[in-house]
């Protein structure tokens, strides 16, 4: 079955753009604040990098959630929508001096620390304010995700994060810094994770590192282990919203939390990737010698998931109900990777027929790029259309 889709409207508007349901925002939304709610101490912030379109940051802002971001640039982008600064956390394995002093001067939350040589900078930073920075430690737990090599960040060979063998010297060094406070453990071991046995997997390091840590007097406030929560690409219609019953009481089962202990989650992909589409217009339908390609007017620019890790967004013809051919869908970028789809099915395709590449809120318009010139494409919500 099709997404329903405004089509009439489709037509008077330049492509390609970005669809975004906000119905179906509002109701993930929803649905993540009630099965989070019925946990006791689970916060849930959304991570700005999945998408930061202003109208879409101010719904999800409005529905209470908290905001995870990795660059000054977001920081300043999720405060405009509204985010509180105390409900902000920061992480990203290279945060430079300005970016670090916007969240210092903006009071947010916490600083995800990376490595020990950030930590010093914070300290340093925060001694010429007068301030004291509050900090978790990104640990890496070696837990391996099963998910793409380009997405998973929890091993001991990623770039991210302190080794679990350098926690407890980290610790140490922020107990005797005057302009740091040390209130959490961060962990993310990747994204697009379906398997529930992963974060399991998780909860049982960390709780073998707070019984360790604890042996020795240390007592953590706030655990907070990212996101990572997968969505069903192969069937967008199937299930749009992600099953977060199950996402959180794995956590509640599995992770034993201690009295008043917090519990963060960093949500991003599961909250926007089913309510976005891409719409591009078909150019030219062009007759190869064993195969046609139907060529589009969006491209790798666009939507750059495809080209970049191989990934599989649902691809429907939404103007014909013609009898299926078989296609390979490509843009206009001067890239041999600029190939959305090979060998796909789709309903009979003309000149001028709109293409929707479903699931594509998620690490679409965010990651767009001007190579080859190209405008940006916008992003239209439905009380737009």
Not at 185 to 195: A, T
Not at 336 to 364: C, E, P, T, W
Request: hydrophobic share 40%; with cysteine.
């Amino acid at each position: 079955m099709k997404g329903t889709f405004p089509i009439e409207k489709f037509q008077t508007l330049q492509t390609p753009f970005y669809y975004y349901d906000t119905e179906l925002l509002r109701k993930t939304l929803r649905t993540i604040q009630e099965e989070a709610g019925r946990h006791k101490n689970f916060v849930v912030h959304y991570a700005i990098k999945a998408n930061a379109n202003p109208k879409i940051l101010n719904i999800i802002c409005q529905s209470g959630l908290g905001a995870d971001c990795v660059s000054g640039g977001e920081i300043r982008r999720c405060i405009e929508a509204g985010f509180a600064p105390s409900k902000i956390v920061y992480a990203g394995v290279g945060k430079s001096d300005w970016e670090i002093n916007l969240g210092l001067d903006r009071d947010i939350f916490c600083f995800n620390v990376e490595s020990i040589a950030e930590l010093e900078v914070i300290d340093s930073l925060a001694e010429k304010k007068g301030k004291v920075a509050s900090v978790c430690f990104r640990i890496n737990p070696d837990v391996g995700a099963h998910t793409h090599a380009k997405i998973t960040t929890g091993l001991a060979e990623n770039k991210f994060g302190i080794a679990m063998s350098e926690m407890e010297n980290a610790i140490e060094k922020a107990s005797q810094m005057k302009n740091v406070r040390f209130v959490g453990l961060h962990f993310h071991i990747g994204s697009q994770i379906l398997n529930m046995d992963d974060f399991a997997a998780l909860c049982n390091r960390i709780n073998d590192l707070q019984d360790k840590l604890e042996k020795k007097h240390i007592k953590i406030e706030n655990i907070n282990v990212g996101g990572g929560l997968g969505i069903d690409y192969q069937h967008p219609n199937r299930m749009p919203i992600p099953d977060f019953k199950e996402f959180f009481s794995t956590y509640a089962r599995h992770l034993k939390l201690r009295e008043g202990q917090k519990l963060h989650f960093e949500l991003g992909r599961s909250v926007v990737a089913q309510m976005g589409t891409l719409i591009t217009r078909t150019l030219y339908i062009k007759q190869g010698t064993a195969k046609q390609f139907l060529i589009v007017d969006a491209g790798m620019t666009d939507l750059i998931r495809p080209a970049l890790y191989q990934a599989y967004h649902k691809i429907e013809n939404i103007s014909s109900e013609e009898p299926a051919e078989t296609y390979d869908v490509v843009g206009p970028i001067c890239e041999s990777s600029d190939v959305f789809a090979k060998s796909i099915d789709l309903n009979k395709a003309h000149r001028g027929d709109l293409i929707a590449m479903r699931s594509a809120g998620a690490y679409g318009e965010i990651m767009a790029s001007q190579y080859n010139c190209r405008e940006l494409p916008k992003g239209y919500i439905t009380e737009e259309l």
